[in-house]
């Protein structure tokens, strides 16, 4: 079993930056398709940022291109979420998925094998 733990979450105003960590333990791969999504009240949850497995290719929605990047650390099995020039329908809970050894940028929910709990983002406006 995978276990995902998203931290870096919080109360900032609109403009600000916020950086999301998601901590990988338990059952190790040998490589992982790394991707956010995130749920806004009373909406269905979407995807936001997609990484692959080798941490080269990556994919946003349109609404936070330019804005977000996603990225890992290898070495410490963690994912990030770096979040710029935030704004407040970027209010959400922000949760990690993980994709075990799969090749490509997986930007669906049903293509991710792991989740975690969820990290709270309000931005005030």
């Known amino acids: 079993q995978v276990q995902l733990v998203e931290s870096g979450g919080g109360l900032v105003q609109a403009g600000a930056s916020l950086r999301l960590a998601c901590a990988i333990s338990g059952r190790t791969f040998r490589s992982y398709a790394m991707g956010w999504f995130r749920q806004a009240p009373g909406k269905e949850r979407e995807f936001v940022a997609a990484?692959?497995?080798?941490?080269?290719?990556?994919a946003y929605a349109d609404s936070v291109k330019g804005r977000f990047t996603i990225s890992s650390d290898n070495a410490k099995n963690r994912v990030y979420l770096q979040m710029t020039s935030l704004k407040s329908e970027d209010t959400a809970v922000y949760y990690c998925a993980a994709a075990p050894e799969r090749i490509g940028l997986m930007t669906h929910e049903y293509e991710y094998d792991y989740w975690g709990q969820g990290t709270q983002v309000t931005v005030s406006s």
């Open positions: 990484l692959s497995w080798s941490a080269v290719n990556t």
